[in-house]
């Protein structure tokens, strides 16, 4: 199984959605089997909610599921991620530090490094903004570019 940890700030936004968008592109594939995917936050702010109403509206919208809960990283899930995708530096900056003495077995990425149509590399935080829409289109950009990288690294 290739296992891919989504990250964000408080798991309530960027990273469900990223999770849900790419949890539905690998079904599309047929390729289910073949990964684990989860979403965390580097805070413990939101922990047990679910995920924020913006983000299932939107998810909804295009007709997608989203079954979060929101809860922190853990170390435990770092040791087992092959892939951890960061949705902007601050959540690279903030594993790091909270993280310290663990071994990031997985490759740490920005989400935005594998989109096509963007040059910014870091997903705008809709919680504050309300742009669900266009940080939808931005993270579906990122995870489209994401299973594509994976496929060609892992053979898929």
């Given at each position: 199984m290739i296992n891919i940890l989504f990250v964000c700030l408080g798991n309530i936004c960027r990273s469900p959605m990223a999770e849900a968008i790419f949890i539905d592109m690998i079904a599309k594939e047929g390729l289910s089997d073949q990964f684990h995917i989860d979403s965390v936050g580097t805070g413990s702010y939101h922990e047990g909610d679910l995920a924020h109403r913006g983000t299932r509206?939107?998810?909804a919208n295009?007709?997608?599921r989203c079954e979060n809960i929101s809860r922190?990283?853990?170390?435990?899930?770092?040791n087992l991620a092959d892939y951890i995708i960061a949705m902007d530096h601050h959540n690279i900056s903030d594993l790091r530090y909270s993280m310290r003495g663990v071994q990031l077995n997985g490759q740490v990425h920005l989400l935005l490094d594998f989109a096509e149509n963007t040059r910014i590399r870091d997903v705008p935080d809709p919680y504050y903004t309300g742009n669900f829409e266009a940080v939808f289109q931005l993270v579906e950009d990122g995870c489209k570019g994401l299973l594509a990288h994976i496929r060609a690294e892992q053979r898929l």
């Open positions: 509206r939107v998810l295009h007709g997608i922190q990283v853990t170390r435990h899930d770092l």
